[in-house]
């Protein structure tokens, strides 16, 4: 009465064999994520560093270059030397490292990657207290002048 099916249904799924791109797993995914939210901490860390430099930026830059790297899987990533700044206050850069710092947290997180998510969380609460040391410093200023205006 009805006649057969004679190809296959475009609903199933094709094979690993008759695949015509690469398949990545979920755990491929999310090393590419995180070597990628990784890589945007560490330019954002190099223009700090080439802003206000100190060691403390030098060690956090090197800790990233090893996390990038062991996430492509041994080729590391490109790095200008001396980048300049796109900001002129370091606010905007501390802000901008913490919410890459949380992005690459909660990536490292979702693939139990341990070593990664300890150096995210230490890389937010450094520049947490930059931003609060920043906010702090421009205050105490403001009153500051502001004292001044006052007696003049």
Known sequence: MYEPIRRKSVHTMAGPATSDFPHRSREEELDIQLAGHLAALLATTDELRA???????DTAAERL???????RGGHR?????GAPASETTAAPLHRRAHALAG?????????ADT???ILAAERMD????ALAAATTS??????????ELATH
């Open 115 to 117: 070593a990664a998510a």
């Open 103 to 111: 992005r690459a947290l909660v990536v490292a997180a979702s693939r």
């Open 126 to 129: 450094a520049h947490d207290a």
């Open 51 to 57: 802003l206000t430099p100190s060691g403390e930026l």
């Open 65 to 71: 270059v090893q996390q990038v790297t062991r996430l």
């Open 77 to 81: 990533p490109v790095r200008t030397p």
């Open 138 to 147: 421009t205050s105490t200023s403001t009153s500051t002048d502001q004292r």
